[in-house]
Nanobody
Framework: QVQLMESGGGLVQPGGSLRLSCAASGRIFSINFMAWYRQAPGKERELVASITSGGRTNYADSAKGRFTISGENTENTVCLQMNSLKPEDTAVYYC????????WGQGTQVTVSS
C-alpha cells in the first residue's frame, strides 16, 4: 500500500515562509495530477494548488502570487513553497497524487501566528 508522507509544516510568524514536501513510499504509476489541499477548523477541505503531468499549474485565488507548487512525477514528489504567510493560511495541509489510483497524505499542520 503506497503512502504519502508530508513534511515541513510548523509554526511561523505572519509574513514568514514554509516549504511543504510530500513523497510517496512506493512507486505510483502514471501520475497525472498532484496537488495540495488544506482544511482549517470548521471548514471544508479546499484545493490550494495543483500541477498536472504536463506542468500546468492551478492556484486558489488566496494562494496566487504567494505559493508555488512543484512536482516531479518520476520521483513521486510534490512541494509547496509558501511565502508571505497569513494567519488565515493556518490549516492542516494535505498532499494528493492521482495516477491509476488516487492517494492522500495524512496531513501536516501549518500555523501562522505571532
Amino acid at each position: 500500500q503506497v503512502q504519502l508522507m508530508e513534511s515541513g509544516g510548523g509554526l511561523v510568524q505572519p509574513g514568514g515562509s514554509l516549504r511543504l514536501s510530500c513523497a510517496a513510499s512506493g512507486r505510483i504509476f502514471s501520475i497525472n495530477f498532484m496537488a495540495w489541499y488544506r482544511q482549517a477548523p470548521g471548514k471544508e477541505r479546499e484545493l490550494v494548488a495543483s500541477i498536472t503531468s504536463g506542468g500546468r499549474t492551478n492556484y486558489a485565488d488566496s494562494a496566487k502570487g504567494r505559493f508555488t507548487i512543484s512536482g516531479e512525477n518520476t520521483e513521486n514528489t510534490v512541494c509547496l513553497q509558501m511565502n508571505s504567510l497569513k494567519p488565515e493560511d493556518t490549516a492542516v495541509y494535505y498532499c494528493r497524487m492521482v495516477g491509476l489510483f488516487g492517494y492522500w497524505g495524512q496531513g501536516t499542520q501549518v500555523t501562522v501566528s505571532s
